[in-house]
Every structure is written in structure tokens, then in C-alpha cells.
């Protein structure tokens, strides 16, 4: 199912590599948090891809020690500024061999993938065996507010609603599509970003500059009547920082598997029994206490 239009997603990055530098204080903080998780693992890393990292994501891997970057990115441009090695690619249809690195980073930039599924079956494929994927997608509840705001300024004017936000996925989903794709020990969690703007123009501008306009292939093109921004920024609740839109960050870790890891037990292979462990008496089903 094609959800996103994956050329108009391209000339947004491309146009975007000229102005995503104003909104690295956002992608630094995302970023950031999703390399601490590289703080809970001994492996030392020396191969690594990161996807759509727009600048701020090899610098991070290349203080950390790792000598050897590959910047891939549906947008040429985009790729060429990124700190490593550019390399312009779709993350549908990525060009590596198997085994090529240890580890993949992809740091907000995995949401406008349409077969989210065949990606990660591609990156865990491109993993050697124990090698990490890290991965932040926003997750439902980001720009909640103005995907009400604009839904309801539309339906005023219009009598119908046009999708202009982009789907984002639920946290439950996350890991079980790392699963599906043969990542091992796959773990899910969410933490939320705090962000604030004085004006709605200013948010606006921010999602311009970062190439994160919305490009659903289901919105409407037509040229939209010229009070709904207006009417959906007036809208838009505030509080005493500003708007605030919320950032809903799933983050999302899984390994290539590797015999050295650890794995779950096999049913029936305990030496001791739970009722032992807990100091309770064991009853079959239908037992009555005390009978």
C-alpha cells in the first residue's frame, strides 16, 4: 500500500538541505537520546550506517569512536551533508550487501517509508550477526493538536477533512515489526520531547526547514482556501511556554542475531517450580484451597 509519495518526500529533503541546519537543536536532542542506548552495551562498533541522520547523527557516531560512517539518504543532497559517506538511497530498496555493517542507525527518519516491514528486513540484512539496530520514529500522538486543529479549520470551510498530517505508529506495534523482520531481542519505549513555540508560523517554518511538509498521497492538492492556516493556528492550544505540539519519540532497538545471545528458554526445560520459589503450595486446576 503506497501511503507516502516517495518523490514528493525526496524534493522536500532535497529543498530542505539548505535550511535543516536552523532546526538541529530538535534533531541534536533526538538524536542524542537515541545513541545514549549505545551507553548500555560493551560491543565496540567499527561499521555504521546511519539513515537520514540530516547532519547530526555521524559527527555523533564518529566522536564516539566509530572510524568508518555511511550516510545514506533518499536525498542527494541531503546525503552529501550528512558527515560520512554519502551514499543517495531509498531505504526501501537499500543498495548494501549483506553483513556490511555492525551497526545502523536511523534516527527520525524511517516514518515516511511505506513498507516499513521490507526496510528493516533489508537493514537487518545488511547487519553482520550481532550486529545493533537503533531506530526513533515519531509515534501516535505527535502534532495531535494540530492534526485536530487543521481537521477541524477544513471541515468549517470545506465540509470535509483532507489528510495533512502524517499516520504515525503505536508503540505496541513497534516491537512486534522488529520481530517480523528476524531482529533479535527487540525492544520498544517512548519518551516524549518537550517543544515549544511562541507562534504557530513558527512551527510551521520548523517543519518546512526540516523537509517534513506532508506528503500523503491521499491529501488534497488542490490550493487550500486561504483562512484555513489562520483558523487552524488560532485554534492550536497554549500554554505558558507557547504551542506545544508534542514529540511522541519511539525508539526502537533490536540485534542481528548471533548464537551468543541470550534466548528464551524452552517450555518445559525448568529445574525448579514456581510454587517452591514463591513458598506457595502447588494446585492442580479444580483443587480447592484447603481441600
Keep these: 500500500m503506497q501511503v507516502f509519495d516517495r518523490r514528493l518526500v525526496r524534493r522536500r529533503r532535497d529543498k530542505a538541505a539548505a535550511t535543516v541546519a536552523s532546526v538541529a537543536p530538535i534533531l541534536e536532542d533526538c538524536a542524542d537520546r537515541l545513541l545514549d542506548r549505545l551507553d548500555d552495551t560493551t560491543r565496540r562498533f567499527t561499521r555504521a550506517l546511519e539513515i537520514g541522520g540530516r547532519g547530526v547523527v555521524a559527527p555523533r557516531l564518529r566522536a564516539r569512536g566509530i572510524p568508518f560512517i555511511v550516510s545514506s539518504d533518499l536525498s542527494p543532497a ?11 538511497a531509498d531505504e526501501e530498496f537499500l543498495p548494501f550487501a549483506p553483513e556490511s555493517f555492525d551497526l545502523v542507525v536511523a534516527s527520525l527518519s524511517l516514518h515516511w517509508v511505506n513498507d516499513l516491514p521490507g526496510a528493516l528486513i533489508q537493514i537487518r540484512r545488511a547487519l553482520a550477526p550481532d550486529g545493533l539496530f537503533l531506530a526513533s520514529v515519531p509515534g501516535l500522538g505527535t502534532l495531535q493538536a494540530l492534526r485536530v486543529a487543521l481537521a477541524e479549520a477544513e471541515t468549517a470551510l470545506r465540509g470535509g477533512i483532507s489528510p495533512r498530517v502524517s499516520p504515525f505508529p503505536e ?4 516491537a512486534g515489526l522488529l520481530q517480523r523482520a528476524g531482529f533479535a531481542l527487540p525492544v520498544a519505549d517512548a519518551e516524549e520531547v518537550p517543544i515549544a513555540y511562541r507562534s504557530p508560523l513558527a512551527l510551521f517554518a520548523d517543519l518546512r526547514a526540516a523537509g517534513e511538509s506532508n506528503a500523503v498521497m491521499a491529501a488534497d492538492r488542490r490550493t487550500p482556501p486561504r483562512a484555513l492556516f489562520p483558523m487552524a493556528a488560532a485554534a492550536l492550544p497554549q500554554g505558558p511556554e507557547g504551542i506545544a505540539p508534542g514529540l511522541r519519540l519511539i525508539v526502537l532497538t533490536g540485534w542481528a542475531p548471533h548464537e551468543s545471545q541470550q534466548k528464551p528458554a524452552r517450555p518445559g526445560s525448568a529445574t525448579h517450580r514456581l510454587a517452591d520459589a514463591l513458598g506457595t503450595v502447588e494446585r492442580k486446576t479444580g483443587d480447592r484451597a484447603g481441600g
Design 78 to 88: 541531503m546525503a552529501a551533508g550528512a558527515g560520512g559517506l554519502p551514499v543517495a
Design 171 to 174: 508503540l505496541r506495534d513497534a
